[in-house]
Nanobody
Framework: QVQLGESGGGLVQAGDSLRLSCRASGRAFSSYVMGWFRQAPGEEREFVAAISRRGIITDYRDSVKGRFTISRDNAKNTVYLQMNTLKSEDTAVYYC?????????????????WGQGTQVTVSS
């Protein structure tokens, strides 16, 4: 069992940056693919970014490529999402998730554990 806790959300202006963190409990953090998802009010949850177990492979949705960077520190049991040049359409609750399978996936249903989420609000 893995417990995930996100932090770093907040209210910012368009063009600003934020760094989200997600810390995992337990000793097997490096055995999980980690992902970030988001859900805006009235919208479906959507994939944002994912990173492989050792951090070698990353994947991003098109709308955040070049602006967001996912990274992980397995020694700290933490995955990060650096978000630059934020836009109003990035406003959402951001969730981190852990996947026991080795494949980097964009499909939320394939992830086994989820955090509670952190709110990101970008004002234009």
């Amino acid at each position: 069992q893995v417990q995930l806790g996100e932090s770093g959300g907040g209210l910012v202006q368009a063009g600003d940056s934020l760094r989200l963190s997600c810390r995992a409990s337990g000793r097997a953090f490096s055995s999980y693919v980690m992902g970030w998802f988001r859900q805006a009010p009235g919208e479906e949850r959507e994939f944002v970014a994912a990173i492989s177990r050792r951090g070698i492979i990353t994947d991003y949705r098109d709308s955040v490529k070049g602006r967001f960077t996912i990274s992980r520190d397995n020694a700290k049991n933490t995955v990060y999402l650096q978000m630059n040049t934020l836009k109003s359409e990035d406003t959402a609750v951001y969730y981190c998730a852990a996947d026991r399978s080795p494949t980097v996936s964009r499909t939320g249903d394939e992830y086994d554990y989820w955090g509670q989420g952190t709110q990101v609000t970008v004002s234009s």
